[in-house]
C-alpha cells in the first residue's frame, strides 16, 4: 500500500496550485490524482481553440443538469474539464479576481480581501502592468491583456463609451466598474493552465506524484479521521497528514456523499451508509447564468470569416509554431461591468463582446457573419443542490441548479438584455450591424416576451460554486480554515467553498483559495493584509 504525507484529489485550477505549494520546500511527499489524462491535447494549448476544447467529450466529465422548471423543463450541459488543469485546461481563460466586497461579504475571518489579495498576487506575474500598485510580476501565472484590434471590438468599447459607461483600464484595478479589455491567462499565444503554470515547471520534484487516469471512489475515514483514498479496481492510497478535496464544485461534493458525509437521509436513499451527518454537502449550489443579444453583422470582421478553411489553417499553424496570429487569442476581448439601474450600489451585470455568433469554433456553428454581447448577473440569487443518486462513483450525480427560483435574476437578465440592445443600437455599433437575430423584435416587445425567451434560450456561464460552504456556522461544510466539520485529517480546496458567487469568472478565485489553503495546511502565517493605498507588490 502506498503512503503520502498529503493527497490532493484533482488536478484542476485548484489542485496544480496546491500540489507545487505543497511539495515546493522538499520535507513532505505528495500525491496528486487526477481522474482524466494529460493535458498536451493540440485543442487545448491553442487560445482560439477554447471553443472546441470546452466541448470536446474525451477532456470532459459531460455533466447535464436535472430538467429546470424555471426554464420550462429545459437540461443544460455543464461541462468540467477532465485533464491535467480541469477546466482551466479548457474554459476562455478570461482572468479575474472579483469585487472586493465579493470577499468581505463573505464574513469569513482571513477571507476578506484585505487578506486574501496577497494569494492573488502570489499567484500572478503581469509583465505588462510592471510599476502597478495592483499587479505583481514574477508569479507562475501570466496574465496578459487582451489587444482589442478587432474594429467590432473597439467599435462596442465606443457605443459603451457614447451609452455613458465610464472606461476603465484595468477591470482587476482600484474599481471594476466600467468598460474595456478584459484579462487573459495566455503566454507568448498559448493557453496558460494552472497544469501549465505551476505544475509542468515542477513535475521533476522528487517527492511530487501526479497520477493521472485514475478514478477516486471514496475517501476512507476511520474513528473520525480521514486515512486513505480506494480507487477504481480496489487500489488503496494512504495520507500520513491530510486529504485535500479539489475536485471541484461537482467533485468535492460527490466524494464527501461517496464517503458517507451528507445528508443522513439523502446517503441513505442513496445506498451509502451515513458515517458524519452534514446536511450542507451539495447544497448552496450557485452558478452564473446568461444570455447572447445576436445580431447580424455587415462587416467580415467576423469569426466567420475566420474559420474559412485556408484562413483557418493558417491561423492554426502560426499560433502552434510561435504563438502569433489570430488564434493566439481569445474573441472575448471587449466588455463591461455595468449597474443595471439608478441606486444600485454597484456593477450587478457583465456584459462580454463576441465577434462572431457561438462560442464553439467552427464555421458551421457561426452560420453567417455577426456578433453577441453576452450579458450575466453577477451576484444571483438562485440556490440549487446536488445529490448521489447511488454508490457508484462512475455515475453522475443529480444536479439541480435552480435556475431562476428566484424570481429576480430573471428580471436582472431582462433588464441586462434590454442594456445590451441599447448599447447594440448605439450608431457606433449599429452602423456594422444587419439588424437583431435574437431575441427578436416580438420577444423585445414587452417585459413578459423577453422573460418567455429567456426562459427558453438562457444557458449557464460555467461557473458554478458553493456545494461545500465554507462558514463559522455549524451548518457550513467546511470551516475558515477548509476543514471538513466532524472528519480530521480532511479538506476541501476549490471553487465549492465559496459560501457565495464571486462578480467574475471562478478560475482565479479558486486559485487564490488554494494559495491560501497550502498557507492553513502548511502552519504558515498569512502575509500582512494588503489595505487601501498600500504597496501591494507582494515581493
Given at each position: 500500500?502506498?503512503?503520502?504525507?498529503?493527497?490532493?484529489?484533482?488536478?484542476?485550477?485548484?489542485?496544480?496550485?496546491?500540489?507545487?505549494?505543497?511539495?515546493?520546500?522538499?520535507?513532505?511527499?505528495?500525491?496528486?490524482?487526477?481522474?482524466?489524462?494529460?493535458?498536451r491535447?493540440?485543442?487545448?494549448?491553442?487560445?482560439?481553440l477554447?471553443?472546441?476544447?470546452?466541448?470536446?467529450?474525451?477532456?470532459n466529465?459531460n455533466?447535464?443538469?436535472?430538467?429546470q422548471?424555471?426554464?420550462?423543463?429545459?437540461?443544460?450541459?455543464?461541462?468540467?474539464?477532465?485533464?491535467?488543469?480541469?477546466?482551466?485546461?479548457?474554459?476562455?481563460?478570461?482572468?479575474?479576481?472579483g469585487?472586493?466586497?465579493?470577499?468581505?461579504?463573505?464574513?469569513?475571518?482571513?477571507?476578506?480581501?484585505?487578506?486574501?489579495?496577497?494569494?492573488?498576487?502570489?499567484?500572478?506575474?503581469?509583465?505588462?502592468?510592471?510599476?502597478?500598485?495592483?499587479?505583481?510580476?514574477g508569479?507562475?501565472?501570466?496574465?496578459?491583456?487582451?489587444?482589442g484590434?478587432?474594429?467590432?471590438?473597439?467599435?462596442?468599447?465606443?457605443?459603451?463609451?457614447?451609452e455613458?459607461?465610464?472606461?476603465?483600464?484595468?477591470?482587476?484595478?482600484?474599481?471594476?466598474?466600467?468598460?474595456?479589455?478584459?484579462?487573459f491567462?495566455?503566454?507568448?499565444?498559448?493557453?496558460?493552465?494552472?497544469?501549465?503554470a505551476?505544475?509542468?515547471?515542477?513535475?521533476?520534484?522528487?517527492?511530487?506524484?501526479?497520477?493521472?487516469?485514475?478514478?477516486?471512489?471514496?475517501?476512507?475515514?476511520?474513528?473520525?479521521?480521514?486515512?486513505?483514498?480506494?480507487?477504481?479496481?480496489?487500489?488503496?492510497?494512504?495520507?500520513?497528514?491530510?486529504?485535500?478535496?479539489?475536485?471541484?464544485?461537482?467533485?468535492?461534493?460527490?466524494?464527501?456523499?461517496?464517503?458517507?458525509?451528507?445528508?443522513?437521509?439523502?446517503?441513505?436513499?442513496?445506498?451509502?451508509?451515513?458515517?458524519?451527518?452534514?446536511?450542507?454537502?451539495?447544497?448552496?449550489?450557485?452558478?452564473?447564468?446568461?444570455a447572447?443579444?445576436?445580431?447580424?453583422?455587415?462587416?467580415?470582421?467576423?469569426l466567420?470569416?475566420?474559420?474559412?478553411p485556408?484562413r483557418?489553417?493558417?491561423?492554426?499553424?502560426?499560433a502552434w509554431?510561435?504563438?502569433?496570429?489570430?488564434?493566439?487569442?481569445?474573441?472575448?476581448e471587449?466588455?463591461?461591468?455595468?449597474?443595471?439601474?439608478?441606486?444600485?450600489d454597484?456593477?450587478?451585470?457583465?456584459?462580454?463582446?463576441?465577434?462572431?455568433?457561438?462560442?464553439?469554433?467552427?464555421?458551421r456553428?457561426?452560420?453567417?457573419?455577426?456578433?453577441?454581447?453576452?450579458?450575466?448577473?453577477?451576484?444571483?440569487?438562485?440556490?440549487?443542490?446536488?445529490?448521489?443518486?447511488?454508490?457508484?462513483?462512475?455515475?453522475?450525480?443529480?444536479?439541480?441548479?435552480?435556475?431562476?427560483?428566484?424570481?429576480?435574476?430573471?428580471?436582472?437578465?431582462?433588464?441586462?438584455?434590454?442594456?445590451?440592445?441599447?448599447?447594440?443600437?448605439?450608431?457606433?455599433?449599429?452602423?456594422?450591424?444587419?439588424?437583431?437575430?435574437?431575441?427578436?423584435?416580438?420577444?423585445?416587445?414587452?417585459?413578459?416576451?423577453?422573460?418567455?425567451?429567456?426562459?427558453g434560450?438562457?444557458?449557464?456561464?460555467?461557473?458554478?460554486?458553493?456545494?461545500?460552504?465554507m462558514?463559522?456556522?455549524?451548518?457550513?461544510?467546511?470551516?475558515?480554515?477548509?476543514?471538513?466539520?466532524?472528519?480530521?485529517?480532511?479538506?476541501?480546496?476549490?471553487?465549492?467553498?465559496?459560501?457565495?458567487i464571486?462578480?467574475a469568472?471562478?478560475?482565479?478565485p479558486?486559485?487564490?483559495?488554494?494559495e491560501?489553503?497550502?498557507?492553513?495546511?502548511?502552519?504558515?502565517?498569512?502575509p500582512?493584509?494588503?489595505?487601501?493605498?498600500?504597496?501591494?507588490?507582494?515581493?
Open positions: 500500500m502506498e503512503r503520502f504525507d498529503y493527497i490532493v484529489v484533482g488536478a484542476g485550477s485548484a489542485g496544480c496550485v496546491l500540489a507545487n505549494r505543497l511539495s515546493a520546500d522538499g520535507r513532505h511527499r505528495v500525491l496528486l490524482i487526477e481522474a482524466g489524462g494529460g493535458d491535447h493540440p485543442v487545448v494549448s491553442i487560445p482560439l477554447a471553443g472546441v476544447a470546452y466541448f470536446h467529450r474525451p477532456l466529465w455533466y447535464v443538469t436535472a430538467p422548471p424555471g426554464l420550462g423543463g429545459r437540461s443544460l450541459g455543464w461541462p468540467r474539464g477532465r485533464l491535467l488543469g480541469g477546466t482551466s485546461s479548457i474554459n476562455g481563460m478570461m482572468y479575474m479576481r469585487h472586493a466586497s465579493d470577499y468581505d461579504r463573505w464574513g469569513l475571518p482571513g477571507w476578506s480581501w484585505a487578506e486574501v489579495l496577497p494569494y492573488f498576487l502570489r499567484s500572478e506575474d503581469a509583465p505588462g502592468r510592471a510599476g502597478s500598485p495592483f499587479h505583481a510580476q508569479g507562475p501565472l501570466r496574465v496578459t491583456r487582451a489587444q484590434a478587432n474594429p467590432l471590438t473597439r467599435a462596442f468599447l465606443d457605443a459603451c463609451a457614447a455613458g459607461l465610464v472606461a476603465n483600464d484595468d477591470f482587476n484595478g482600484a474599481d471594476q466598474e466600467g468598460y474595456g479589455l478584459n484579462d491567462t495566455i503566454r507568448d499565444g498559448r493557453r496558460e493552465s494552472s497544469a501549465t505551476f505544475l509542468r515547471p515542477v513535475q521533476g520534484r522528487p517527492n511530487l506524484t501526479v497520477r493521472t487516469g485514475a478514478q477516486v471512489c471514496r475517501v476512507v475515514i476511520e474513528a473520525g479521521r480521514a486515512t486513505a483514498l480506494e480507487l477504481a479496481g480496489g487500489a488503496r492510497l494512504e495520507a500520513a497528514r491530510e486529504i485535500v478535496l479539489c475536485a471541484g464544485t461537482i467533485g468535492s461534493a460527490q466524494l464527501l456523499q461517496l464517503s458517507g458525509v451528507g445528508d443522513p437521509e439523502g446517503l441513505r436513499a442513496a445506498g451509502v451508509a451515513p458515517l458524519v451527518a452534514a446536511p450542507g454537502v451539495g447544497r448552496n449550489l450557485q452558478d452564473h447564468f446568461g447572447f443579444l445576436a445580431l447580424a453583422s455587415r462587416s467580415p470582421a467576423t466567420y470569416r475566420q474559420f474559412r485556408d483557418a489553417a493558417l491561423a492554426l499553424l502560426r509554431a510561435n504563438g502569433t496570429g489570430p488564434a493566439a487569442s481569445v474573441p472575448l471587449g466588455g463591461a461591468f455595468v449597474r443595471s439601474r439608478q441606486g444600485v454597484q456593477a450587478d451585470l457583465k456584459l462580454t463582446f463576441v465577434p462572431g455568433l457561438s462560442l464553439e469554433a467552427s464555421r456553428a457561426q452560420r453567417r457573419h455577426g456578433f453577441l454581447i453576452s450579458v450575466y448577473p453577477l451576484r444571483p440569487e438562485s440556490r440549487g443542490s446536488l445529490q448521489i443518486a447511488g454508490p457508484d462513483p462512475a455515475a453522475a450525480p443529480r444536479i439541480d441548479p435552480g435556475y431562476f427560483s428566484a424570481a429576480g435574476d430573471l428580471a436582472l437578465l431582462r433588464d441586462g438584455m434590454r442594456l445590451a440592445a441599447r448599447i447594440a443600437a448605439n450608431p457606433a455599433l449599429a452602423r456594422h450591424a444587419e439588424g437583431p437575430l435574437a431575441p427578436g423584435p416580438e420577444a423585445l416587445g414587452s417585459d413578459a416576451a423577453l422573460e418567455d425567451w429567456l426562459r434560450h438562457a444557458n449557464t456561464v460555467f461557473h458554478p460554486v458553493g456545494t461545500c460552504r462558514g463559522t456556522d455549524t451548518g457550513a461544510v467546511v470551516d475558515p480554515a477548509l476543514r471538513v466539520r466532524g472528519v480530521e485529517g480532511l479538506r476541501v480546496a476549490d471553487a465549492s467553498v465559496m459560501p457565495r464571486v462578480s469568472n471562478t478560475s482565479a479558486t486559485m487564490m483559495i488554494a491560501k489553503a497550502a498557507d492553513l495546511i502548511l502552519g504558515r502565517p498569512a500582512a493584509p494588503l489595505r487601501p493605498g498600500a504597496n501591494l507588490s507582494p515581493r
